[in-house]
C-alpha cells in the first residue's frame, strides 16, 4: 500500500489522501523522504495492535457470554449484522438479494445432507466471485 501508492479498497484511499494532504508523496520515495513518519506509523501500527490484544483478553468473559443468549434472539440479530454489513461493502440492495438467496440455498443444502463446510465454502466461493 504504502510503496506503491496504490489503493487496494476505499480505507486505503482515504489513508493515502490524508498522507497527501499532509505534503507526503505516496510511494517508492516516501520511506526515504519522510522516513520518520513512516515508522512512526509502523510503531502506532504496532501500538494498536497490543491494545487490540490486551481489550480483547479483557473482555473475552463478557463476549463468551453470547454464547448462552437463546437462538430465537441470537438469530436475527446477526442476521439484521448480516444484511447492514452486505449493504453497507457496496451501497447495493443486489448484494443483499445475493446474500439470502445464497444462504437460503446453504439452508436447503444443509438440510439435504451436504454437510456444513461444504456449504460455507460454497457461499463463500460465489459470494467472492459471483460479480466477476
Do not use: E, W
Request: hydrophobic residues 50%; proline residues 5%.
Amino acid at each position: 500500500m504504502l510503496t506503491l501508492g496504490i489503493p487496494g479498497d476505499a480505507v486505503t484511499a482515504i489513508m493515502l489522501g490524508a498522507l497527501t494532504l499532509q505534503g507526503m508523496q505516496p510511494g517508492p520515495l516516501m520511506f526515504t523522504d519522510h522516513g520518520d513518519m513512516v515508522y512512526t506509523l509502523f510503531v502506532g501500527m504496532i501500538f494498536c495492535y497490543f491494545m487490540l490484544l490486551v481489550l480483547g483478553l479483557l473482555s473475552l468473559k463478557v463476549i463468551g457470554n453470547v454464547v448462552k443468549i437463546p437462538g430465537n434472539i441470537l438469530t436475527p440479530m446477526i442476521l439484521a449484522l448480516c444484511v447492514v454489513g452486505t449493504y453497507a461493502l457496496n451501497n447495493s440492495l443486489f448484494d443483499v438479494g445475493i446474500m439470502l438467496i445464497a444462504g437460503v440455498v446453504g439452508y436447503f443444502m444443509q438440510k439435504g445432507g451436504y454437510p456444513a463446510c461444504f456449504t460455507r465454502s460454497a457461499g463463500i466461493d460465489y459470494g467472492a466471485n459471483g460479480g466477476k
